[in-house]
């Protein structure tokens, strides 16, 4: 059975289409994997973060009020 050109080729497109978004949802797995059993590394990391930017912070401010006293 002959299949016309214009039937490949929507054939093509539509495979293509679910081709794609198959890689989408993998990628989106992947990441969510990644982040997931990296999950408590990343939260000591902010953590850390805003337990260094709150010393910095009040020392800068602690060196402010003294230098204006």
């Not at 590394?41 to 204006?68: D, E, K, M, N, Y």
Request: with cysteine; aromatic share 8%; charged share 25%.
């Amino acid at each position: 059975m002959k299949v016309s050109r214009w039937h490949r080729i929507a054939h093509r497109i539509r495979q293509t289409t679910l081709d794609t978004s198959r890689a989408i949802a993998r990628r989106g797995r992947r990441t969510r994997d990644w982040a997931h059993a990296r999950r408590r590394p990343a939260l000591s990391q902010v953590l850390r973060g805003i337990c260094f930017g709150f010393g910095s912070g009040l020392v800068t401010l602690t060196v402010f009020w003294l230098t204006h006293r």
